[in-house]
T-cell receptor, first 115, second 117 residues
């Protein structure tokens, strides 16, 4: 059974700092991995999707990496801004057991960027 | 192209009442997924539906919960005789048809926040 862990659970940084959010998973048989952003009381916004054959994806100040062999992904945020404050969720689409449509989520990292 | 729509956004029910949550997938999407986010928990898969078919309901509680995706109209998640433990955010996602390159990418709606008093 796939399990996804996100560390740290909460992170507070001053504006302008570069930061890394971590995601680890137990089963390397994944189809893809996504990073989402969730604002309080709102839905999920997809930030980056990495296919299992890829090592990283970049979008603006965001860079996500994937290392299947070690069961890890990181989300790097450069030059953080107060508007980046949100909960960041890591989710995997497993590629085993014929259920390659169920996303398995971590509990998220609550990021606060202080002005 | 409108995104995934869910209504209502907030729903308050008393214990024992029924809750009906609606989800309209993105245009052209034929697959719908429901996830539940309990307080302090991650999102958990509940059910996967195609038009008129339940493909996988392994994440649904065995009693009181049901889901449908009729030929016409939105997908409905129905919770009968709600209890306080059903209070959560319920998210719907949709994806394009199988065989398209983006089938494995799910697009989420804003969620319905259910409060049971």
């Amino acid at each position: 059974k796939q399990e996804v862990t996100q560390i740290p659970a909460a992170l507070s940084v001053p504006e302008g700092e570069n930061l890394v959010l971590n995601c680890s998973f137990t089963d390397s048989a994944i189809y893809n991995l996504q990073w989402f952003r969730q604002d309080p009381g709102k839905g999920l916004t997809s930030l980056l999707l990495i296919q299992s054959s890829q090592r990283e994806q970049t979008s603006g100040r965001l860079n996500a990496s994937l290392d299947k062999s070690s069961g890890r992904s990181t989300l790097y945020i450069a030059a953080s801004q107060p508007g980046d404050s949100a909960t960041y969720l890591c989710a995997l689409l497993s590629n085993s057991g014929g259920s390659n449509y169920k996303l398995t989520f971590g509990k998220g990292t609550l990021l606060t960027v202080n002005p | 192209n409108a995104g995934v729509m869910q209504n209502p956004r907030h729903l308050v029910r008393r214990r024992g009442q029924e809750a009906r949550l609606r989800c309209s997938p993105m245009k052209g999407h034929s697959h719908v997924y429901w996830y539940r986010q309990l307080p302090e928990e991650g999102l958990k898969f509940m059910v996967y539906l195609q038009k008129e078919n339940i493909i996988d309901e392994s994440g649904m509680p065995k009693e009181r919960f049901s889901a449908e995706f009729p030929k016409e109209g939105p997908s409905i998640l129905r919770i009968q005789q709600v209890v306080r433990g059903d209070s959560a955010a319920y998210f719907c996602a949709s994806s394009p048809p199988i065989g398209t390159t983006r089938f494995y990418e799910q697009y989420f709606g804003p969620g319905t926040r259910l409060t049971v008093t």
